[in-house]
């Protein structure tokens, strides 16, 4: 049975080719290949091409395990262990031209997020020049350096969040925001999740909230932040139709699901 690190070092070496190709279509122009749930849910052919680079050499490496992925969709396996990706995340910023996108990968064993156990994960940051990388058991890094969730601090949490494509839901998000501000020292919204997990995991944001998000949006930060020391939660209520993702220390997600659930 391969081990959560040799999984993390698969991980880190096909985030580390698919950020380099994300790179170099972003420099030679991007193109806009379809829109999804709505105008403003994109996707470009980089998304496709990096996603399809990641599955060939994902099924070349592992061809029993199964995989999920943002743009190419499911693929059964027998191992017990599927890849969750997502090949491009934050891609509207990477359309535009803002720096800050990802490359998420993750392993994970069982069905679906509300029962999987994350084995291991990598988010590569390609422009900025940093690779998040976990294994369950063996800790959170940065290239090489250990992560660690950021101490609660006297000035309030710096907190991070987003919004989805449907501008229908931007009005009860800002409610949302309204109902953490009151404990937040300012609020950050980057564009990409897996990078403001990373930076929850880092210790450069003390948490992060956000409803609607997808399973390859979260899959492997959600395990930096574990990893490095912090919790990353998914609570039920029947009356959200799109589920929350909270990450922060344990206290600070104890704090924002009672603010943010507390009237729903
Ligand atoms: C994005 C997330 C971001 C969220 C966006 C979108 P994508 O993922 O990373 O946090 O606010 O609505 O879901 O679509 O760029 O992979």
Request: glycine share 12%.
């Given at each position: 049975?391969?081990?959560?690190?040799?999984?993390?070092?698969?991980?880190?070496?096909?985030?580390?080719?698919?950020?380099?190709?994300?790179?170099?279509?972003r420099?030679?122009?991007v193109?806009?290949?379809?829109?999804?749930?709505?105008?403003?849910?994109?996707?470009?052919?980089?998304?496709?091409?990096?996603?399809?680079?990641?599955?060939?050499?994902?099924?070349?490496?592992?061809?029993?395990?199964?995989?999920?992925?943002?743009?190419?969709?499911?693929?059964?396996?027998?191992?017990?262990?599927?890849?969750?990706?997502?090949?491009i995340?934050g891609t509207v910023n990477y359309a535009t031209g803002i720096p800050l996108y990802a490359?998420?990968?993750?392993?994970?064993?069982?069905?679906?997020?509300?029962?999987?156990?994350?084995?291991?994960?990598?988010?590569?940051s390609?422009v900025v020049?940093?690779?998040?990388?976990?294994?369950?058991?063996?800790?959170?890094?940065?290239?090489?350096?250990?992560?660690?969730?950021?101490?609660?601090?006297?000035?309030?949490?710096?907190?991070?969040?987003?919004?989805?494509?449907?501008?229908?839901?931007?009005?009860?998000?800002?409610?949302?925001?309204?109902?953490?501000?009151?404990?937040?020292?300012?609020?950050?919204r980057g564009g990409s999740?897996?990078t403001?997990?990373?930076?929850?995991?880092?210790?450069?944001?003390?948490?992060?909230?956000?409803?609607?998000?997808?399973?390859?949006?979260?899959?492997?930060?959600?395990?930096?932040?574990?990893?490095?020391?912090?919790?990353?939660?998914?609570?039920?209520?029947?009356?959200?139709?799109?589920?929350?993702?909270?990450?922060?220390?344990?206290?600070?997600?104890?704090?924002?699901?009672?603010?943010?659930?507390?009237?729903?």
């Open positions: 049975m391969i081990s959560p690190l040799e999984l993390s070092d698969l991980a880190i070496e096909i985030a580390r080719e698919a950020g380099e190709l994300a790179r170099r279509r420099a030679e122009g193109t806009l290949a379809a829109t999804k749930s709505s105008l403003a849910d994109i996707v470009t052919d980089a998304d496709r091409e990096v996603e399809a680079l990641i599955r060939t050499r994902l099924t070349a490496a592992r061809p029993d395990d199964g995989f999920l992925g943002e743009e190419s969709g499911t693929g059964s396996g027998t191992s017990g262990i599927t890849w969750v990706v997502d090949p995340d490359v998420s990968i993750a392993a994970v064993e069982g069905v679906g997020p509300d029962d999987w156990t994350a084995l291991a994960g990598a988010v590569n390609p020049g940093e690779m998040f990388s976990a294994a369950r058991h063996e800790g959170a890094y940065v290239d090489g350096a250990r992560l660690r969730i950021a101490e609660a601090g006297e000035a309030g949490a710096l907190l991070a969040t987003g919004f989805g494509y449907d501008p229908s839901t931007h009005a009860g998000d800002l409610e949302v925001v309204g109902r953490v501000m009151p404990i937040a020292r300012d609020l950050r999740a897996a403001d997990l990373a930076y929850v995991a880092a210790g450069r944001l003390d948490g992060y909230f956000e409803r609607g998000l997808q399973p390859w949006d979260f899959a492997a930060g959600a395990l930096l932040v574990e990893e490095a020391g912090g919790r990353f939660l998914r609570p039920e209520a029947p009356t959200i139709i799109r589920r929350l993702c909270l990450a922060g220390s344990a206290d600070l997600v104890a704090e924002l699901e009672r603010r943010i659930l507390q009237e729903t």
